[in-house]
């Protein structure tokens, strides 16, 4: 039987200021982090990723190439972010298809949440299991599937459904 | 450039009672087990958590603090369990604030399933890709987002939505 | 303390053709894949699966026993595929009565999607968060809970909502 090649998931080629925390296993490659950043275990972060200072992401979460997250954002649990709409039916092969996702200062992400190629802007939360398919620009908490306002921001204020 | 802060996934400091099998690798740390449970790979599940007898957690499962299942659960593959509600428009830091779970006897909780902080009794079944976002008391079949009861216990009935 | 029966995650017994690439850690057990196919970190695929050629399996995804995937197909990030649907009120141990699942060839399943078990046929996309719970035959984009068709087969649609 042909031979399987094997490649490991690692830390490789990443750019990253102080104190930064991993927790392996990981696959982290081409991407850059600020100060102060923690990353938990079964992550993988892609190439062409830039992360802020103060960014938390937890276990399980998925970043694809062409997203930036700005300072004090929290990535929960399983989160998934997505560069290719499969507009011709099905995955683009060519890099310069993929998608953009650009998002603010101080947005937390709920666990389980789905992020299409969007921009999401600053003081954002985005419930748990939330699958958000368009920009979102106002303050405030969104949830469902598709993501939709629930509350404008304001303090004390929940993402409970 | 500073030097990355690696810790491993590991098991660290659990309880159990007898005859607990895990495939590795997995993330576990501060949490107790009761007899005959399983835990699949790529699970992490933290400190404060506790597990009755006979349950079993598939693998990608996520279990934060605070959480507690009862005896002869199934919780599937790639299941988040949340315990911060981000009520303050991002991630509390202190656990004083983070919610608790309870989940009753003989609860299955389908794959890829998000579960807020609520109650679950028992005799429970959610449905795969389900939201949990309110506490659930009557025995039957959940699903959607947010979860609603689909059909009250009856032997025969399904998770099909 | 009683002992933990420990198994590691790994590549066991499995079948392939020419060019299988993979990036471990994954677990993957007595399945087969045809030809180039791609397997990323984090996944595990059991028993009795079947997976064509030139199919690309991505992070963080779960494939059941019982499923089959046809050539040149894409699954993506975090898919969960089901083969029990707590019928009696939770998990069957009988693998006589799990349910089986056939994918289609050139089938796109986008991150983070639920799969039950169902017939996928050709051609068709499958978009990110969602929960697929019947058969789909037409050709097309497909989303949501449970997943509907948002647009019959046309070369430019998009699987946004």
Redesign the interface.
């Known amino acids: 039987?042909?031979q399987?090649?094997?490649?490991?998931?690692a830390?490789r080629d990443i750019?990253?200021?102080?104190?930064?925390?991993?927790?392996?296993?990981v696959?982290l490659y081409e991407c850059s982090f600020g100060d102060d950043c923690f990353i938990?275990?079964?992550c993988?972060i892609q190439s062409d990723v830039t992360i802020g200072n103060r960014v938390?992401i937890?276990?399980?979460t998925?970043i694809?190439s062409g997203v930036s997250i700005g300072d004090?954002c929290?990535i929960?649990?399983?989160v998934?972010?997505?560069n290719d709409?499969?507009?011709?039916?099905?995955?683009s092969r060519a890099p310069s298809d993929w998608k953009r996702t650009v998002i603010g200062r101080?947005v937390?992400i709920?666990?389980?949440a789905?992020i299409?190629p969007v921009r999401i802007g600053d003081?954002i939360?985005i419930g748990?299991?939330s699958?958000v398919?368009?920009d979102l620009s106002e303050p405030g908490?969104y949830a469902?599937?598709?993501a939709r306002l629930l509350h404008p921001?304001q303090?004390?204020?929940?993402?409970?459904?």
């Open positions: 039987m042909n399987i090649k094997l490649h490991q998931s830390i750019h990253h200021g102080r104190n930064l925390t991993v927790v392996e296993p696959n938990g275990p079964f993988e938390r937890q276990s399980h998925f694809c004090d929290f929960a649990h399983g998934m972010f997505i709409l499969f507009r011709e039916g099905g995955p101080h937390s709920g666990s389980n789905t299409l003081d939360v748990a299991g699958v398919t368009h908490v469902g599937n598709p921001n303090t004390g204020k929940t993402q409970e459904t």
